[in-house]
């Protein structure tokens, strides 16, 4: 693409979230990371330390990078981009969390989705046995399970007691793990405004848990996405939050979502569906969980929004190759057509060969070939 853009990204398959938008002069760089996303627990104790080793892994690596600014909170941040506007800082322990008033502002997450995660929040806090629900998918999912019973395990993690977990919808929670999520939107909704309005040309947000499986507002929740509850190990929907806080003062805002997750980016797709100012792209493994319902290309938005949804499933084996030729013929000219004020990248990075939760043999060396254009 002819400008430059800005990512605010999620990390490793479950780890989410990114921002582009154009900039003429600045190539300055917002990275945040915090501590209680290691907390997150989304799911099963092997998991949750799999991807608590992968956050460590990457942080240190990050920290060790000599063209960031290492600070500790968003307020030496915003001090000292005010005395070196060029600087590239990293946020190493972002603590602010999202607001209620923030996660439903547009209407993406609901009252009644946010009482029901405080009501998760506080029955594993309480120390119950067993969690019940009211399993309440999208009409026809194939997961509608009815009352279910959530057994209490252990976590996995040190400093972490133990996690519900709800193997139909693929989630877990400590009781961190909402605290974590709301610091996740917090950061992406934080680092998304910096971007916006030039203070950085680009950002990037490392958080557990993820979130673009989520659908917030239970209006909105098709074929496989679940009703009020997490969904593929994400809470909140990050993004949507970033996109609805931004949308408060800029209300024509026009927004890209690309999802190369190797899971359908469902929650954002679901969410915008019907929203001609936000374009959703997701290039995803073929027929991969959540299942055959969701990421199919003759899914192109609703009646008001059609050519807004995009979807490219890619045959289980697919590499570089096949990744590239998409993306160089499809989907940056998607883009470009539609002319985004923003974009935000959902960065799964579990398409890579050899990930334990997909079938595809991307390296490195796309991911980084794809961000640069």
Not at 69 to 84: I, M, N, P
Not at 256 to 267: K, L, Q
Not at 271 to 299: A, K, M, Q
Not at 343 to 348: L, R
């Amino acid at each position: 693409m002819e400008e430059h853009q800005t990512p605010v990204t999620d990390l490793a398959g479950k780890l989410e979230d990114l921002t582009l938008k154009r900039v003429d002069t600045k190539c300055n760089f917002k990275l945040v990371t915090s501590d209680i996303s290691k907390k997150s627990c989304p799911g099963i104790a092997d998991t949750n330390e799999k991807y608590e080793r992968l956050m460590e892994l990457t942080e240190a690596a990050l920290r060790e990078r000599q063209d960031f600014v290492q600070v500790s909170s968003e307020g030496e941040a915003r001090d000292l981009l005010a005395s070196q506007p060029s600087a590239s800082i990293h946020v190493t322990n972002a603590t602010r969390a999202a607001s209620d008033a923030e996660l439903m502002m547009g209407n993406v997450h609901t009252e009644e989705f946010i009482r029901d995660m405080k009501e998760r929040t506080a029955s594993i806090r309480d120390g119950d046995d067993e969690f019940l629900y009211d399993s309440t998918p999208a009409e026809d999912d194939p997961y509608d399970s009815g009352i279910t019973v959530v057994p209490r395990v252990p976590s996995g993690i040190d400093g972490v007691k133990a996690v519900f977990i709800c193997g139909d919808i693929s989630a877990g929670w400590s009781e961190d793990t909402e605290l974590a999520a709301r610091t996740g939107a917090a950061s992406l909704i934080d680092c998304a405004q910096d971007v916006f309005a030039g203070r950085y040309a680009n950002g990037f947000v490392l958080a557990r848990p993820p979130s673009h499986h989520a659908v917030g507002n239970a209006d909105l929740a098709r074929n496989g996405s679940q009703k009020n509850m997490p969904l593929g190990f994400c809470h909140l929907n990050s993004i949507a939050s970033a996109v609805a806080n931004l949308r408060a003062n800029s209300p024509n805002l026009r927004v890209c979502i690309f999802d190369f997750d190797v899971h359908p980016g469902n929650g954002n797709e679901d969410t915008f569906w019907n929203d001609p100012s936000v374009l959703t792209i997701s290039i995803h493994e073929e027929g991969i969980w959540p299942g055959e319902g969701t990421g199919r290309p003759e899914y192109v938005g609703g009646p008001n929004a059609v050519g807004s949804v995009v979807n490219f499933p890619i045959p289980e084996g697919g590499g570089d190759s096949e990744y590239y030729y998409v993306v160089r013929d499809h989907v940056i000219p998607h883009i470009t057509r539609f002319a985004p004020d923003i974009i935000f990248i959902a960065a799964g990075y579990d398409a890579l060969a050899g990930d334990a939760y997909a079938d595809q043999e991307l390296t490195p060396d796309w991911y980084g070939w794809c961000i640069a254009e």
